[in-house]
């Protein structure tokens, strides 16, 4: 409020003394309208007068004695200035009392407030600082009289009172103490669980590490003396080739060396005796092992299909001899690797002697040279494959060729697909580059 106040009253002052600048410069000049920039005057000076008492009536530490001496020294510096006027009009026109109206007007209201200011200072005025003082004691001795009617249970309610808001407020910062005490030691607690959590993850994690380390390096070790590499079943085709992922991902497919089993998915061949027991076989022996090892030997690795030629171990137990000790194989694909021939031969003897499986039929093995003698049941197979079907393939002579247009045509000649040295065989239907086309 004080400052609207007196933002107010300097706009008035100074629009006031622009107005009397002009008003007396139109006097100077005689002009005939300078009469009208003096009402104006009036009226600005008496807006700042208005403004200043309402300033000393309204903001507290302001007086009326102030509004006074203000306006005072306003119209003394106006009476001054037409003094000045006067007689400089004087000296340059030779002509006396041209603005000798306007000093005494000035005079005049410059007097009347000099005296409401000396009035209206503080101590001036007798009567009613004997009023006010008389007022005061009056006052006092009223209060004086009040208290002592109250007497002296009001002064001990009070201060009991008192005294109970006090100890309530000691009471209040005591258990806000204790209270952030006791959070603070929460956080604490927290923050020293969550560090030694996290320590001991860390330790966990480095442990596990270095142990998983210590395990690969002892099976690389291990690896590296056997001249073993460790794989993971993927599936099993029949009773001597399986299919495996190396430590690289890779899959391989493997032709067990040494050994040779019925046949279950020949292209050309009828499922013959024991060829589903040794690809049951086969299937328990990988499923239940934890670990698979293959061996090279010495020679070529692979054979011209691209299976890898091994010794497979299931648990470090060879599965040739197992196959061979229970009759599901007989010794046979023998060429340069012949690292465990004799051992073969040795379980071969075992489960020829105790006519165990393919040694169970008389003849059936041919141990004159390769495979089964199983050409009849194959005659049988081809005399009764039907002649004709709807889209009708005939199958080529000697030295001829097979023409299926997909893989749905050739399995309706060879349900189990083809090898890649079979006359019907075409690259485009082995889609898994296994050399072997539309196998099921």
């Known amino acids: 409020m004080s400052i609207i106040f007196g933002f107010l009253i300097f706009i008035a002052i100074i629009s006031t003394a622009v107005l009397f600048g002009f008003a007396m410069h139109a006097h100077w000049m005689d002009k005939d309208d300078s009469a009208s920039f003096w009402k104006p005057v009036i009226i600005l000076l008496t807006v700042s007068g208005v403004l200043m008492i309402n300033r000393a ?17 306003l119209v003394s510096i106006a009476m001054f200035i037409s003094m000045a006027s006067s007689r400089f009009y004087n000296l340059k026109y030779k002509q006396k009392g041209k603005f000798s109206k306007i000093t005494r007007n000035s005079f005049i209201v410059g007097f009347i407030l000099f005296l409401l200011f000396i009035f209206t200072m503080p101590g001036t005025n007798v009567e009613e600082g004997a009023a006010a003082v008389e007022s005061e004691t ?15 249970d009001a002064e001990k309610q009070a201060e009991e009172e008192r005294l109970a808001a006090e100890k309530a407020k000691e009471e209040q910062a005591q258990a806000e103490k204790e209270e952030q005490a006791e959070r603070e030691a929460q956080e604490q607690k927290e923050k020293e669980q969550a560090e030694k959590e996290k320590q001991e993850k860390l330790a966990a994690e480095k442990e596990a590490e270095e142990k998983a380390e210590v395990e690969k390096q002892a099976e690389a070790e291990s690896s590296a003396i ?14 001597d080739t399986v299919h495996v992922i190396d430590s690289d991902n890779n899959m391989l497919k493997l032709r067990l060396l040494l050994i040779d089993t019925p046949e279950t998915v020949h292209p050309n061949k009828p499922v013959e005796a024991f060829g589903p027991e040794a690809s049951s076989r ?3 022996l990988m499923n239940s092992a934890e670990e698979l090892h293959i061996e090279y030997d010495e020679g070529a690795q692979t054979d011209h299909y691209g299976r890898h030629l091994v010794y497979l171990y299931a648990d470090g137990v060879s599965v040739h001899e197992v196959l061979l000790e229970e009759g599901l194989a007989r010794v046979g694909y023998i060429y340069e690797q012949q690292r465990y021939l004799a051992d073969f031969r040795e379980k071969e003897q075992y489960a020829k002697n ?5 040694w169970s039929i008389p003849g059936y093995v041919n141990e004159g040279g390769e495979g089964f003698n199983s050409e009849e ?3 049988t197979l081809v005399e009764t494959a039907p002649e004709s ?3 009708p393939v005939t199958a080529p002579e000697s030295g001829g060729s097979y023409n299926f247009a997909n893989c749905t045509e050739l399995k309706t000649e060879f349900p189990d697909g083809v090898a890649s040295d079979h006359p019907a065989y075409q690259s485009k239907m ?7 086309a539309c196998e099921s």
């Open 377 to 379: 049941e194959e005659e």
């Open 430 to 436: 082995d889609r898994d580059k296994d050399n072997w």
């Open 282 to 284: 086969m299937t328990e």
């Open 138 to 152: 009056v006052k006092t001795a009223k209060e004086i009289s009040e208290d002592n009617e109250a007497g002296s």
């Open 226 to 239: 056997d001249g073993l590499t460790a794989v993971e079943l993927y599936r099993v085709v029949d009773g």
């Open 354 to 358: 105790n006519q165990l499986g393919i």
């Open 57 to 73: 009536l309204t903001i507290e530490g302001a007086t009326i004695n102030e509004a006074f001496l203000i306006l005072w020294v």
């Open 389 to 391: 079907n709807a889209n």
